[in-house]
């Protein structure tokens, strides 16, 4: 079954404890990104990744760490989490050609700074 | 700047009535469209989109979508809504280079029974 995992799908965490959220895809999909979602503001793009090795900025990646050093992968790090930070997070991936703006989403990830 | 508007932040319609879920965007070329669709406590699933051809769009759900270029709306319909319709709708557009989604505020959906 086509899916887009993430881990963990909760977590409470206090200030400046380093945090990692991991997202995995089994579609073998090139493109993967992370989003966050407020209330009223939709989902905003933190970071997005083209292929292995190859990451940049989305709309709001202050605070946000990626890195890509597998296909499958897509982790998602806070350095230095601040309660601003608290926010729903979603991985999602796309493939290519004919359905190459299609995004696929993950489960989310509930994360909660204090 | 792109951006994408869905005017109504809350919409209560009764089950077995018709919904129509406003979205208008601002985009410069020729944009690439969805609706998503997250109920309570799950991710996002993808309701329809529109790239070209026929403006009006079939989605999962029973769900239709118009693409209006000269009003810039991508307005989401369903003509008999049903109880577990009740959920945010998302309308997005794809832009860029890395064909990146802007997202609008969403709109939630209750069903009155």
């Known amino acids: 079954e086509a899916q887009v995992t993430q881990n963990p799908r909760y977590l409470i965490t206090v200030t400046g404890k380093k945090l990692t959220v991991t997202c995995s895809q089994n579609?073998?999909?090139?493109?993967m990104s992370w989003y966050r979602q407020d209330p009223g503001l939709g989902l905003r793009q933190i970071y997005y990744?083209?292929?292995?090795?190859?990451?940049d900025k989305g709309d709001v990646p202050e605070g946000y760490k990626v890195s890509r050093k597998e296909k499958r992968n897509f982790p998602l790090i806070l350095e230095s989490p601040s309660p601003n930070q608290t926010s729903l997070y979603f991985c999602?991936?796309?493939?290519?050609?004919?359905?190459?703006?299609?995004?696929?989403f993950g489960p989310g990830t509930r994360l909660t700074v204090l | 700047a792109q951006s994408v508007t869905q005017p109504d932040i809350h919409i209560t319609v009764s089950e077995g009535a018709s919904l129509e879920l406003r979205c208008n965007y601002s985009?410069?070329?020729?944009?690439?469209l969805f609706w998503y669709v997250q109920s309570p406590g799950q991710g996002l699933q993808l309701l329809l989109k529109?790239?070209?051809?026929?403006?009006l769009v079939q989605g999962i759900k029973g769900f239709e979508a118009e693409f209006k270029r000269s009003q810039s709306s991508f307005n989401l319909r369903k003509p008999s809504v049903h109880w577990s319709d009740a959920a945010e709708y998302f309308c997005?557009?794809?832009?860029?280079?890395?064909?990146?989604?802007?997202f609008g505020g969403g709109t939630r959906l209750m069903v009155k029974p």
């Open positions: 999602a991936t796309r493939g290519g050609g004919e359905v190459a703006h299609t995004q696929y």
């Open positions: 579609m073998n999909h090139e493109y």
């Open positions: 990744s083209m292929n292995v090795e190859v990451t």
């Open positions: 985009y410069g070329a020729t944009p690439y």
């Open positions: 529109y790239f070209s051809g026929d403006t």
């Open positions: 997005a557009v794809s832009r860029g280079a890395g064909n990146m989604l802007t």
